[in-house]
């Protein structure tokens, strides 16, 4: 045995002197004396393969302390010498793992989680203590080890977001100590292995976002200590699994969103699981009636059903569940027709706690009860697009007031909207667009000061845009479109310096531009098209540098095409057709691109690009020197001409240059 020991000892010498290391053996010799080095060893193997440490923590693992006082390193009571937990998260470290890692035999806990570690999964199948695996948030990209199953006494097991690939390996039902397994967020393909179900201590399984397929195992319903179920956004296809009714002491959390599960539920899911808390099937093909005995589920918070074919009517059982906050029911082939079958609602009044109600994108007709004034304040969201409403917006509705968002969007409510709406005070978004609502926009939209979004499009409002809308300082979208609003635009529009989006279309609106709404900087989207607008476009669009879209068609705009508009280098959609524009068509940026402006119907255009097929300018003989003379582009006006715009050009004449000359 002594004969041995000296070529040991050379070994990992050696083993030392490979490593590019401030350390020094003799140093850490003289500090320390009864612990164990193996384990020092592996520490400095596992360094070594670190190709980049940003934090420079591992700077700090040198031989001025004894590797236990490592940062993220601690030791053994009993065992001197001897790592049990090791902890370096969110350090940015990366490179792979050294397989010398595997020779922590008394290693406990490991987590590396939140770094770039890459490459394959280390071997740790001697670590039979390992009872915390973390290796979480990396860029692991190999398959998971099936000798991971020998960390016999592994509890916590976290490989979600790397990018994993190959099967859920068989072995990993024989940790029978397993309590957290995460997977989620993947590349790991096949199916759900029936055999977890040996692992009767998981309680808390996810599974998300990686490509599995195939049914969800029944077996699954033995697992008696399951809390937490996650198996959304992955290709499972099948039924509900019944096997999970089993879970009845135990399921808090079911999440099945985003696969191809399909069929109808089983009618007594809310008996047979009482304690679930949060439940997702939002985002398959499951059909039927929503179980009335979901409402039994009396500690219920959310019930996400989103984007299913579910039929019927909403269960007015639903007004038991007292903690509910979220009740998600949009995009199904819900009905309500009659009073009986709109009780719901007012049952759903009830429910003290609920913050959001999305319903829309269903079949819910006729007009909205009055009881819809009699939610809590509690509701935040409520969501009535895309049904069959109509008649009036119940004035109860005013009652609302923490109301953040409300869509009623594509529906058949008519009447006017009244004082109800300026109540609303919290309101940020307010969507009205595609119904038949009419008369006047009230002056107490004003009171919205919070609004982001606000769409009143495609309905008969009437009479001015009021002025106090012009106080909602925080719209980034706001559409007036396809109604029969009439009146000049205000020039307080540029007030509102953080609109995104603006649309006035198919109104009956009156005089120029604003010139200030060049002031709107973040304007991406501007569409005043068919109204009666007169003038010149502004120049002051220069400013508009994330404008995209520009459509001013079909009003009866005069003047030239400012030249500026081609240095907007985001633009790419122009439609100025159906005007009264003279005068030369700019060949610069978008103008060099006929598929991207329309200039159609304005008698006065000439030049442009080629393709534009445009009349050819005429020209007028050099005045002044030897400088040509450009007449009648109203940039001359803001001093920001473009420099390609006067380059070696002819200048021009428009055909009634008269008029422009007399202008300028
Ligand atoms: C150190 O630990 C290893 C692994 O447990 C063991 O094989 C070795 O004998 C120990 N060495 C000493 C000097 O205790
Ligand atoms: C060694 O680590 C200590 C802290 O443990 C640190 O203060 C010292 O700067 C490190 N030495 C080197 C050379 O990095
Ligand atoms: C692990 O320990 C064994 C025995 O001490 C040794 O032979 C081997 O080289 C070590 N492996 C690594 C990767 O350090
Ligand atoms: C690993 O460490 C991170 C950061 O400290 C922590 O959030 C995470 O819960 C730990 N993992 C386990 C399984 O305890
Ligand atoms: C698992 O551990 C046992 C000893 O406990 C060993 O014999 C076996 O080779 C290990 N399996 C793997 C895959 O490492
Ligand atoms: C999964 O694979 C796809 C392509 O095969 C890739 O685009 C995606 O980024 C991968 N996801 C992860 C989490 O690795
Ligand atoms: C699961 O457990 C059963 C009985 O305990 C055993 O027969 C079977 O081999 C185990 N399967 C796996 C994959 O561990
Ligand atoms: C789901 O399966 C279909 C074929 O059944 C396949 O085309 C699709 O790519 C899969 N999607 C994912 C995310 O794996
Ligand atoms: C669920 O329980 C029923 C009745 O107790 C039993 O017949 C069935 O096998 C169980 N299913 C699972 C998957 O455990
Ligand atoms: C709803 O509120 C109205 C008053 O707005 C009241 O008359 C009615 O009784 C309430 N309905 C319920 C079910 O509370
Ligand atoms: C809303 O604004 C109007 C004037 O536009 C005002 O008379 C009314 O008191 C305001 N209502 C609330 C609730 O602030
Ligand atoms: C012209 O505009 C069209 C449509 O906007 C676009 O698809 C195309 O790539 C553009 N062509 C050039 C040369 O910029």
Same mark, same amino acid.
């Given at each position: 045995?002594?004969?041995?020991?000296?070529?040991?000892?050379?070994?990992?010498?050696?083993?030392?002197?490979?490593?590019?290391?401030?350390?020094?053996?003799?140093?850490?010799?003289?500090?320390?004396?009864?612990?164990?080095?193996?384990?020092?060893?592996?520490?400095?193997?596992?360094?070594?393969?670190?190709?980049?440490?940003?934090?420079?923590?591992?700077?700090?693992?040198?031989?001025?302390?004894?590797?236990?006082?490592?940062?993220?390193?601690?030791?053994?009571?009993?065992?001197?010498?001897?790592?049990?937990?090791?902890?370096?998260?969110?350090?940015?470290?990366?490179?792979?793992?050294?397989?010398?890692?595997?020779?922590?035999?008394?290693?406990?806990?490991?987590?590396?989680?939140?770094?770039?570690?890459?490459?394959?999964?280390?071997?740790?199948?001697?670590?039979?203590?390992?009872?915390?695996?973390?290796?979480?948030?990396?860029?692991?990209?190999?398959?998971?080890?099936?000798?991971?199953?020998?960390?016999?006494?592994?509890?916590?097991?976290?490989?979600?977001?790397?990018?994993?690939?190959?099967?859920?390996?068989?072995?990993?039902?024989?940790?029978?100590?397993?309590?957290?397994?995460?997977?989620?967020?993947?590349?790991?393909?096949?199916?759900?292995?029936?055999?977890?179900?040996?692992?009767?201590?998981?309680?808390?399984?996810?599974?998300?976002?990686?490509?599995?397929?195939?049914?969800?195992?029944?077996?699954?319903?033995?697992?008696?200590?399951?809390?937490?179920?996650?198996?959304?956004?992955?290709?499972?296809?099948?039924?509900?699994?019944?096997?999970?009714?089993?879970?009845?002491?135990?399921?808090?959390?079911?999440?099945?969103?985003?696969?191809?599960?399909?069929?109808?539920?089983?009618?007594?899911?809310?008996?047979?699981?009482?304690?679930?808390?949060?439940?997702?099937?939002?985002?398959?093909?499951?059909?039927?009636?929503?179980?009335?005995?979901?409402?039994?589920?009396?500690? &219920?918070?959310?019930?996400? +059903?989103?984007? @299913? =074919? %579910? *039929? #019927?009517?909403? /269960?007015? $059982?639903?007004?038991? !569940?007292?903690?509910?906050?979220?009740?998600?029911?949009?995009?199904?082939?819900?009905?309500?027709?009659?009073?009986?079958?709109?009780?719901?609602?007012?049952?759903?009044?009830?429910?003290?706690?609920?913050?959001?109600?999305?319903?829309?994108?269903?079949?819910?007709?006729?007009?909205?009860?009055?009881?819809?004034?009699?939610?809590?304040?509690?509701?935040?969201?409520?969501?009535?697009?895309?049904?069959?409403?109509?008649?009036?917006?119940?004035?109860?509705?005013?009652?609302?007031?923490?109301?953040?968002?409300?869509?009623?969007?594509?529906?058949?409510?008519?009447?006017?909207?009244?004082?109800?709406?300026?109540?609303?005070?919290? &309101?940020?978004?307010?969507? +009205?667009?595609? @119904? =038949? %609502? *009419? #008369?006047?926009? /009230?002056? $107490?939209?004003?009171? !919205?000061?919070?609004?982001?979004?606000?769409?009143?499009?495609?309905?008969?409002?009437?009479?001015?845009?009021?002025?106090?809308?012009?106080?909602?300082?925080?719209?980034?979208?706001?559409?007036?479109?396809?109604?029969?609003?009439?009146?000049?635009?205000?020039?307080?529009?540029?007030?509102?310096?953080?609109?995104?989006?603006?649309?006035?279309?198919?109104?009956?609106?009156?005089?120029?531009?604003?010139?200030?709404?060049?002031?709107?900087?973040?304007?991406?989207?501007?569409?005043?098209?068919?109204?009666?607008?007169?003038?010149?476009?502004?120049?002051?669009?220069?400013?508009?540098?994330?404008?995209?879209?520009?459509?001013?068609?079909?009003?009866?705009?005069?003047?030239?095409?400012?030249?500026?508009?081609?240095?907007?280098?985001?633009?790419?959609?122009?439609?100025?057709?159906?005007?009264?524009?003279?005068?030369?068509?700019?060949?610069?940026?978008?103008?060099?691109?006929?598929?991207?402006?329309?200039?159609?119907?304005?008698?006065?255009?000439?030049?442009?690009?080629?393709?534009?097929?445009?009349?050819?300018?005429?020209?007028?003989?050099?005045?002044?020197?030897?400088?040509?003379?450009?007449?009648?582009?109203?940039?001359?006006?803001?001093?920001?001409?473009?420099?390609?715009?006067?380059?070696?050009?002819?200048?021009?004449?428009?055909?009634?240059?008269?008029?422009?000359?007399?202008?300028?």
């Amino acid at each position: 045995m002594s004969s041995n020991q000296p070529a040991k000892l050379t070994m990992k010498t050696m083993f030392l002197s490979l490593l590019v290391l401030s350390y020094s053996v003799a140093s850490f010799h003289c500090s320390t004396v009864p612990e164990n080095t193996t384990d020092m060893f592996s520490l400095l193997g596992f360094k070594q393969a670190i190709t980049s440490d940003p934090t420079g923590i591992l700077g700090y693992w040198n031989s001025s302390t004894t590797f236990c006082q490592w940062e993220g390193i601690t030791c053994s009571r009993t065992h001197p010498g001897r790592v049990v937990a090791l902890h370096l998260t969110g350090l940015r470290l990366s490179g792979q793992i050294s397989s010398s890692l595997g020779n922590l035999t008394f290693l406990k806990e490991l987590n590396l989680s939140s770094n770039s570690f890459s490459g394959q999964l280390p071997p740790l199948n001697h670590l039979h203590k390992l009872q915390i695996l973390d290796l979480g948030r990396n860029l692991f990209h190999d398959t998971i080890p099936d000798a991971l199953a020998n960390c016999s006494n592994l509890q916590t097991l976290y490989l979600h977001h790397n990018s994993l690939v190959g099967k859920i390996p068989a072995t990993l039902g024989l940790l029978s100590n397993l309590k957290d397994l995460w997977l989620s967020y993947n590349n790991l393909t096949g199916t759900i292995p029936s055999y977890f179900s040996n692992s009767s201590n998981i309680q808390r399984l996810s599974l998300t976002d990686n490509q599995l397929e195939g049914s969800i195992p029944d077996q699954l319903g033995k697992l008696s200590r399951m809390q937490r179920l996650a198996l959304g956004a992955n290709n499972l296809t099948g039924r509900f699994p019944q096997g999970l009714l089993n879970l009845s002491k135990s399921l808090q959390v079911l999440g099945l969103e985003m696969n191809k599960l399909g069929s109808t539920l089983p009618p007594n899911i809310g008996d047979d699981l009482p304690y679930l808390q949060r439940i997702f099937l939002n985002r398959n093909i499951f059909q039927g009636n929503i179980p009335a005995s979901l409402g039994n589920v009396s500690g &219920l918070e959310r019930l996400d +059903l989103e984007n @299913n =074919k %579910f *039929t #019927g009517q909403i /269960p007015t $059982s639903f007004g038991k !569940l007292k903690t509910l906050y979220e009740l998600n029911l949009e995009r199904n082939n819900l009905e309500a027709t009659d009073a009986q079958s709109w009780e719901f609602l007012n049952a759903l009044t009830n429910c003290s706690g609920l913050e959001v109600l999305a319903l829309d994108g269903n079949q819910l007709q006729g007009a909205l009860p009055h009881s819809i004034g009699n939610f809590t304040s509690s509701l935040q969201m409520l969501l009535l697009g895309e049904n069959e409403l109509s008649g009036i917006v119940p004035p109860s509705v005013g009652n609302l007031q923490s109301l953040i968002q409300l869509t009623l969007e594509h529906n058949n409510l008519s009447g006017k909207i009244v004082e109800w709406i300026g109540k609303l005070t919290n &309101l940020q978004q307010l969507v +009205l667009e595609m @119904n =038949k %609502f *009419t #008369g006047p926009i /009230p002056p $107490s939209i004003g009171n !919205l000061t919070h609004l982001t979004i606000l769409s009143v499009a495609f309905n008969e409002f009437e009479g001015p845009i009021p002025s106090t809308l012009w106080n909602l300082e925080q719209l980034t979208l706001l559409h007036l479109s396809n109604n029969n609003f009439q009146g000049p635009i205000s020039p307080d529009v540029s007030h509102l310096k953080q609109l995104v989006d603006l649309g006035l279309s198919s109104n009956k609106l009156t005089g120029e531009i604003p010139n200030v709404l060049g002031q709107c900087s973040n304007l991406v989207s501007i569409e005043m098209d068919q109204n009666f607008l007169i003038g010149d476009i502004p120049v002051t669009f220069s400013n508009l540098k994330s404008l995209n879209t520009l459509n001013l068609s079909h009003n009866n705009l005069s003047g030239t095409i400012p030249i500026v508009l081609a240095d907007l280098l985001l633009l790419s959609k122009l439609d100025l057709s159906y005007n009264h524009l003279q005068g030369e068509i700019p060949k610069s940026g978008l103008f060099g691109n006929a598929t991207s402006i329309y200039l159609d119907g304005n008698f006065g255009l000439c030049g442009g690009a080629m393709d534009l097929r445009m009349p050819l300018c005429p020209t007028i003989p050099q005045r002044k020197g030897n400088k040509s003379t450009r007449i009648g582009h109203s940039s001359s006006a803001s001093g920001s001409i473009s420099s390609i715009g006067l380059k070696g050009t002819i200048g021009y004449i428009a055909p009634d240059a008269n008029a422009i000359l007399k202008s300028v």
